[in-house]
């Protein structure tokens, strides 16, 4: 007869081999599934894209597919002006890199664009001839900015898509163009301190009325730098009186790249330290000190220009909603801000958070955290795969093996002594019986 423990172990061998197996095959199978339905949907998008399993309740736990609702201030950058060169008027705001969502990401490379391959549902991106939640409008400077937020609130608040309590926003501040080239104009008004001031209102009426939102704050860069961009094409040299005066003359170009300079740190000792951030407000500065030049000699990029030689053409909004993007996901002096080089889109790990100021500077502000970002990306990465249903699976298969191996060693254990026992107990009786016939012989013999 086969012994026990060598059929309870086969048994055992056998529930687990094939459980394992018929995971491995489903998981298998769920992953196929959701690559064919990718390529059926047409998506060009490498990432790994999910959303929180739960809604975030704070902004430092954001991740990109929780973004319900965008939203965007400024200028005529922001309105899309001179993304189609033939056409230097026209409002195309459908294609503006910080809220343009008219085209997929195949077509258009836009924020809203790429947060729609995390969220379908997202909302307020502009589309041609729909204006939706962008608020900025052309000639704005950053004294109207608290006057586009007071504008976006009452426009969000009177929304019955939006639930201002319970979604998250993300809106991009994109002003100053027009204030720096008017700078020769007006020294005073347009100072660095009044500009840093203006937007500070704005953002702090934005925190105080529009819970849960993640604002992004976009540097201006040193416009001077068109003055190249003249010296080599007498028609933006011949318009360049009417798009940015105060850079005609060098000695107000002078002027105007240190006070760009001065634009540029202000704002940042305004937002760097995380002074408007919250559990459910952050405030991200977004750098661009090098917007349109190149990285081989830092000369103006022409083809990241539009018709009128000062917007962006769609070559640069693409280029600025890669970068855009790429900087949501980095810290501190690691922000990426070369415009002019083929900006490729960052792939964030799956589960990473959106940067804020709050946790780039946790060091400093003597905010404690378990881990580095680094390596919470990491465990969140593993804590995230472990939530699987079919990772949960093989975990609790591995548990049965364990379980039946241990279990395997106590019966053979088991066993094993009982046999030893019956050994044991044979041996006694043998010598018992042979005692017992040694004495009766001798006792027979002796009567």
Not at 46 to 73: F, M, N
Not at 177 to 186: A, E, K, R, V
Not at 196 to 203: R, S, W
Not at 289 to 312: F, R
């Amino acid at each position: 007869m086969e012994p026990i423990e060598s059929r309870f172990m086969f048994l055992i061998f056998n529930v687990c081999l094939y459980t394992t197996i018929g995971f491995t095959f489903a998981s298998a199978n769920h992953s196929n599934s959701k690559e064919t339905a990718e390529k059926a949907a047409g998506i060009d998008f490498s990432c790994h894209v999910s959303q929180s399993k739960t809604q975030p309740k704070s902004v430092h736990r954001l991740t990109p597919g929780d973004i319900q609702v965008v939203a965007a201030l400024g200028d005529s950058i922001t309105t899309g002006v001179g993304i189609d060169a033939s056409y230097i008027t026209v409002d195309t705001s459908g294609h503006a890199f910080s809220i343009g969502g008219s085209d997929s990401l195949t077509k258009m490379t836009t924020l809203p664009s790429i947060l729609k391959m995390y969220n379908g549902n997202l909302y307020g991106y502009s589309s041609n001839g729909s204006r939706d939640l962008n608020v900025a409008f052309i000639g704005a400077e950053s004294q109207d900015m608290l006057t586009q937020a007071d504008t976006l609130i009452s426009r969000m608040q009177s929304d019955s898509n939006i639930d201002m309590e319970r979604d998250w926003k993300m809106i991009t501040l994109y002003v100053g163009l027009n204030d720096i080239c008017n700078t020769c104009h007006d020294v005073e008004k347009y100072s660095s301190f009044n500009y840093v001031t203006n937007i500070a209102k704005a953002i702090e009426r934005l925190k105080e009325k529009v819970p849960r939102a993640y604002v992004n704050v976009i540097q201006i860069f040193d416009v001077s730098i068109l003055r190249q961009v003249d010296a080599n094409d007498q028609y933006c040299e011949s318009i360049r009186p009417n798009t940015c005066p105060c850079i005609v003359k060098k000695e107000d170009a002078e002027v105007v790249s240190q006070l760009s300079q001065q634009y540029q740190e202000k704002l940042a000792e305004a937002i760097d330290d995380g002074n408007y951030d919250s559990d459910t407000f952050s405030v991200q500065l977004q750098r661009q000190n090098d917007l349109v030049t190149s990285l081989s000699d830092e000369t103006p990029d022409v083809t990241l220009l539009s018709g009128d030689c000062t917007h962006l053409s769609r070559k640069g909004h693409e280029r600025s909603a890669a970068t855009l993007w790429n900087n949501l996901f980095t810290a501190g002096e690691r922000t990426v801000n070369n415009y002019a080089t083929g900006v490729e889109l960052v792939c964030p790990e799956e589960g990473a958070y959106l940067s804020t100021s709050t946790s780039n500077n946790a060091n400093k502000n003597g905010i404690s955290f378990e881990v580095s970002n680094e390596n919470h990306f990491k465990n969140t990465r593993l804590m995230k795969k472990l939530n699987h249903p079919y990772y949960a699976a093989m975990l609790i298969t591995l548990f049965i093996i364990m379980i039946a191996l241990v279990a395997s060693c106590v019966i053979c254990c088991a066993v094993k002594d009982g046999k030893e026992d019956r050994l044991q107990l044979y041996d006694y009786m043998f010598d018992n019986e042979k005692m017992y016939y040694y004495n009766f012989y001798d006792n027979e013999d002796g009567y």
